[in-house]
């Protein structure tokens, strides 16, 4: 798997899960993406902190 690009395990995955049947997920994303909240180690709110939104829009 060392020498497998991680393109192409995104793509695998990706395929795999489109793949399923419909009646096999279920559940909100919100749901289903539950046990990651918080799993991040960063700043509650980047909005907060200016020189996180420096350059944003332009």
């Excluded at 399923?20 to 960063?42: I, P, Q, T, W, Y």
Aim: aromatic share 10%.
């Amino acid at each position: 798997m060392k020498d497998t690009s991680k393109s192409k395990i995104v793509r695998e995955a990706l395929f795999d899960y489109f793949s399923r049947e419909k009646e096999s997920l279920s559940g909100s994303f919100l749901e289903m993406a539950d046990d990651l909240a918080g799993c991040v180690n960063a700043a509650s709110d980047l909005s907060f902190n200016k020189t996180h939104l420096k350059g944003y829009g332009k």
